[in-house]
């Protein structure tokens, strides 16, 4: 099937691109990014920025009006500072993943390595601990409080900075969207142009992220900009697009390499592989992997590697030993690992070992230490201690001297198994050795280990004994034991302790307070759970969204509502992050204790500090409403919803019907469901009101919607009519029935033998002896029965 496949894609006709290097000096102008990029010789020596030596001119707009603006840092929006190009976007309809790398022609020899030169001058030194770069970082963690002159400042140390600095700057942020921020206001300065080596410190940042679309709009102002962009550009982005796991727009940045003329090189090509696998496509990886072939650009043992995982990501490991054995390249550690952390995990301790003698007599690949440190790793993470202990033995047999990360990962294999005596004995054997004495994190292990199994006394026996050996436990040695005093039902002792914090020569951090105030809720003990977050606020410490919302739905189930109002607008105020789910949940409390003034009440605080509530929020509010009867302005907030562009979900369209239906508003039902189709379709919904109407007893309004249903003529809509008839039967109206039967018959949708039977003999009793005849007749020509006069049978008995 793949020879066919590739003789098929050789007999194409092939484009042939030949790249057209830019040169940094000088720079095309771009007809659609309205600037004029040139070499600048007549500006004088002042102007030289960053590095770049030539800096392009200012904006147009910005000269013919007589004044020139800078957009402060948070005015900056990356997603909307450069529009894509035509030629630039990743809406394509092209199904075939490969059709990309099929356009491109044989690569000669001596052009295949001409793009990683460029690589070679990005190399630049660390310079994150230069105090420009340093102050540069200070102001930008200003940037929610700049006034004129920090930026006034800002711009004077963008004047001095080195490309080196700047790519420290980026790499420096602990949030890339900061990085990338600063990224497009430094772009945006006067007389000032970004160095080439500054774009892909920015993408290798940003393709360590998702933020995929900030990274292809990078790669468009590389365009715009003119700097030369190489298949390590459009590899970084691929990986980016990967990462957010957007498969399929990861590989169409092929056709954007192709469509900028750059050819493609061995780098690209691996990313390209990478992203099939990771996208589980092992077969459109084979595929392009002998396509690589094609057109001169040899798979080298990084392409090989990956399809290794693919194989072994399947749980395809004999085919991944087969193309391990024929590489037509030699196998690296990397290959034979990836194939032996298949079999860790499924403790094939005999195929690890044949794969072992392998490396070393096939490849001359020596087992050493490192060797013996992946297995063991590779063997704890599965849960695989026995082995992993095996493993060390057989390792320092061999005179390796396996350090104390290798035990520690054993050490807390057997906590995980909860075996605390095996894992203190080996902790002794540790110290018996001397080279390779426990850690805290060893302890700490053991510590976490003995918490979970209840024992806390023997935990905190231990703490005491890291001090004998000259250990002091740290944060997380006491977290962990304040975790399992908590989990004890010592909340309160666990309080005590952490305030002696300080003479214990330890600092509580986030997680501490955290563990400690789910103690507290646990245990029911609100008040104290909420001054455990007031003061872990106090410390510089915010707990999440998720910590807060399940404090609040304590303080709601606990009747609490007004105090989880309070503290949650306190939690606001004090800088927490607070979201919708939050707001939702104490909305819930109110509506849950009838308090329905009070949860609009909170609804519309919720606009005034701009957050905007979901379609959860509404679905409970309405739901609120319609309990209370007050149907109208249920409506009203249902279209307010909908006039939002939030689309219902089936929840809110049972809620709807249910609380519609329950006081007899069909007419008003009707008129907000049509509503409700229009943003979000339900293929059910008048299926729900009939069935909803029947267990009300309500079969006349039921059957007016007979008609929407049977429009579709589904099994579902067969059970809905199944529904309707036995509601007539129940309340002795088989004609009625029958009626329904006849409309299922006139939309092609058969009724059940069993239904019409019965439905039968309830009409002959009633005596409609003609009707009963009828639609025993109607199954017959159906060829649903045999053509037994089976009615008559049944009027004569």
Partial sequence: MLNSRLTRLLRRPLIRFSPSPISNASISTSPSSGFSHREDDHLPEEFTQLGSGKSPPFNVSDTESGEIRNPSFDEIDELTEEEDDNEESLDDDDDDDLSVLESFGNIPQSRRDVNSRFDAAEEEEDESRHPLVRETNRLIGLRSSWNPKHEGEMRNLLRSLKPSQVCAVLRSQDDERVALKFFYWADRQWRYRHHPVVYYSLLEVLSRTKLCQGARRVLVLMKRRGVRRTPKAFSLVMVSYSRAGRVREALKVLTLMQRAGVEPDLLVCNTAVDVFVRGDRLEKALRFVERMQVIGIAPDVVSYNCLIRGYCDLRRVEEAVEMLEGMPCVPDKVSYYTVMGFFCKEKRIVEVRELMEKMGKEHGLVVDQVTYNNLIHMLTKHGHADEALLFLKEAEGKGFRIDKVCYSAIVHGLCKEGRMSEA???????????????????????????????????????????????????????????NGMCRAGKSSEAREMMNMSEEQWWSPNAITYSVLMHGFRREGKLNE??????????????????????????????GRTHEARKFMEEC??????????????????????????AALSLLDDMYLINKHADVFTYTTLVDALGKKGRIDEATELMKKMLHKGIDPTPVTYRTVIHRYCLLGKVDDLVAILEKMLQRQKCRTVYNQVIEKLCGLGKLEEADKFLGKVLRTASTSDAKTCYVLMEGYLKKGVPLSAYKVACRMFNRDLIPDVKMCEKLSKRLVLEGKVEEADQLMLRLVERGRISPLPSSKQSMVS
């Fill in 424 to 482: 203190k004995d080996l902790i002794n054997e540790m110290l018996s050795k001397g080279h390779c004495p426990p850690d805290v994190v060893t302890y700490t292990t053991v510590v976490d280990g003995f918490c979970r199994l209840g024992e806390v006394d023997k935990a905190e026996k231990l703490l005491q004994v890291m001090h004998t050996h000259g250990y002091k436990p740290n944060t997380v040695s006491y977290t962990a034991l304040l």
């Fill in 572 to 597: 606001l105020n004090k800088g927490c992050a607070i979201n919708v789910v939050n707001f939702t949940t104490v909305i819930h409390g109110f509506c849950q204790n009838d308090e329905v003034d």
């Fill in 529 to 558: 759970a909420c001054d455990v977050v007031r003061e872990m606020v106090l410390k510089g410490f915010f707990p999440g969204p998720v910590e807060i919302n399940l404090l609040l739905q304590s303080l709601c189930r606990d």
